[in-house]
Structure formats: C-alpha cells, structure tokens
Nanobody, 129 residues
Framework: QVQLVESGGGSVQAGGSLRLSCAASGYTYSSYCMAWIRQAPGKGREGVAT????????YYADSVKGRFTISQDNAKNTVYLQMNSLKPEDSAMYYC??????????????????????WGQGTQVTVSS
C-alpha cells in the first residue's frame, strides 16, 4: 500500500518562502511520477510541479515557474517543493500525488490531467499580503 505524507505547510507573508515535504512509502516501481497539486477554496485543482522518480525530469506550471523548485531525495523516498517569492494567490491546500509511469507516458502529461492513483492528505499554505 502506497502512502504519501505531506508536511511543511504554514502561514507566511508575501515574498516569503516555504518548503513542503512528501514522504513516500510502499512504492515498488522503479519509474514513477510524483507531483504537487494545489486547490484553493472555490477553485479546481491545479498541477503545480512534477518530477520523474528514476529519471529526474521536472516540469512546472507557468504560474510557479521560476519561483518553485521540485526535488527528490531518493535515499529518503522524499520529494520536496521549495516555494520562494510566495504570493497571496499561492494560498491553497497542497497535495502530494504519485502514479506509476508507463512506457510512452510522461509526468508532464499526468500533471495536465491529474491522473494520479495515490494522494496525500494535504498541507495548507497561506500567504498574506
């Protein structure tokens, strides 16, 4: 059973930084995608960033490009989201998600359609102006 546990959310002023962590366990595949997805109140889910575990390729939504960085620590089975220059519009519940990467697929494609099988419980990020 795959489990994803997020941590690191909180409240920060605009321009500040936060780092989210997602610890994964129970995954047996050698190649899969992990991603961060966010959802603000009254809005739909938005794929923020993704990384290919086993390959290293990353992809970001335009709204966070240049400000957010996704990274992985394979020894700890943990994915991080470093968020800098935070804006009030970044306020949302942030979820970690994972899915197996099949041959011919892409983590970028998964981020677009949010086709993840495994989800964490979410961690709240609040940015005040």
């Amino acid at each position: 059973q795959v489990q994803l546990v997020e941590s690191g959310g909180g409240s920060v002023q605009a321009g500040g930084s936060l780092r989210l962590s997602c610890a994964a366990s129970g995954y047996t595949y050698s190649s899969y995608c992990m991603a961060w997805i966010r959802q603000a109140p009254g809005k739909g889910r938005e794929g923020v960033a993704t990384v290919e575990i086993g390959g290293g390729e990353t992809y970001y939504a335009d709204s966070v490009k240049g400000r957010f960085t996704i990274s992985q620590d394979n020894a700890k089975n943990t994915v991080y989201l470093q968020m800098n220059s935070l804006k009030p519009e970044d306020s949302a519940m942030y979820y970690c998600a994972a899915a197996r990467l099949f041959y011919g697929g892409s983590c970028r494609g998964l981020l677009a359609d949010l086709g993840y099988k495994y989800w964490g419980q979410g961690t709240q990020v609040t940015v005040s102006s």
